[in-house]
């Protein structure tokens, strides 16, 4: 049986309470991420920002706020006035079909993976478009044979 440990990414990209919106757009632009998980100095899990929360948190260009304004109001508000903290978390342990049972019903796009308070992973529906691909790939395989 397949876990969460197994598919799960190990390096993940996180932001602590006090950055700022700004820093949040920046590091899901530069790093191509749609979640940031929160955490304090040491690492516990705190909350999640995603790039929903970034949108709905941002002015309309239909406002007709010039881009220097909206860069100084980015750099003014702290992810915590915006993170989620209702968030589910999961284990390392638990079986990965529960884990995409969780994101299909719950419509999530991700899954932070927490032992002990810590963050020591994430789990997101990318992770399981690759477990996909990889699955056909070997059926393919599999069937080019028979």
């Known amino acids: 049986m397949l876990t969460v440990a197994e598919l799960m990414t190990k390096e993940v990209f996180t932001l602590k309470k006090e950055d700022t919106l700004a820093a949040a757009k920046s590091l899901m632009q530069l790093a191509r991420i749609r979640h940031i998980p929160i955490v304090d ?10 790039h929903r929360d970034i949108l709905a948190a941002t002015i309309s260009k239909l ?12 750099a003014s508000i702290p992810v915590c006035e915006i993170m989620r903290t209702d968030v589910l978390t ?10 995409a049972s969780l994101l299909l019903k719950h419509k999530y796009g991700c899954l932070p993976v927490v032992e002990g308070g810590k963050l020591v992973g994430i789990l997101t529906e990318a992770d399981f478009l690759s477990l996909t691909i990889s699955l056909l790939e070997a059926l393919e395989k599999e069937t080019d044979f028979a």
């Open 41 to 50: 100095a040491k690492n516990n899990f705190i909350g999640l920002v995603t």
């Open 63 to 74: 406002a007709e706020i010039d881009e220097e304004t909206q860069q100084e109001l980015d």
């Open 90 to 99: 999961v284990s390392t342990k638990i079986p990965l079909k529960e884990a």
